[in-house]
């Protein structure tokens, strides 16, 4: 099947932001986790931070959710001490709740997520 959803990453300092685009299949978030893996293996920041920033129509099904929340616990295991979620709508706000990690917060704006993840590194 065709891929569905794809991510765009982009480095600032010790900060990965990673914009979401679309709705994703199975196919679409394998893909983007492959591509998420090697960005944050071949960067040698540590530690770093990640903000993930959703469109209106990043969704995926309860199988890709769990793909999802197992991507963001391999952010942990290379040295992530802080993920920020930026949620579009309601919908995704309730599945963030649900499958962010103990280091993850969610947020309904892209400035209140870099002042989260700005007073994160200070510790």
Known sequence: MKNHGHIELNWQDNVLYVKVIGPFNIEGAAEAARIYKQEIQNKVVSPFSVIEYLDENSLG???????????WKLLAEH???????????????????????????????????????????KR
């Open 79 to 121: 040295n992530c001490s802080a993920l920020a979620l930026v949620y579009a709508n309601v919908v995704q706000r309730m599945l963030s709740d649900k499958y962010l990690p103990s280091f993850g917060k969610a947020f309904d704006n892209l400035e209140d997520a870099e002042i989260w993840i700005k007073n994160n590194n």
């Open 61 to 71: 099904s309860p199988e890709v959710m769990k793909n999802v929340s197992v991507m």
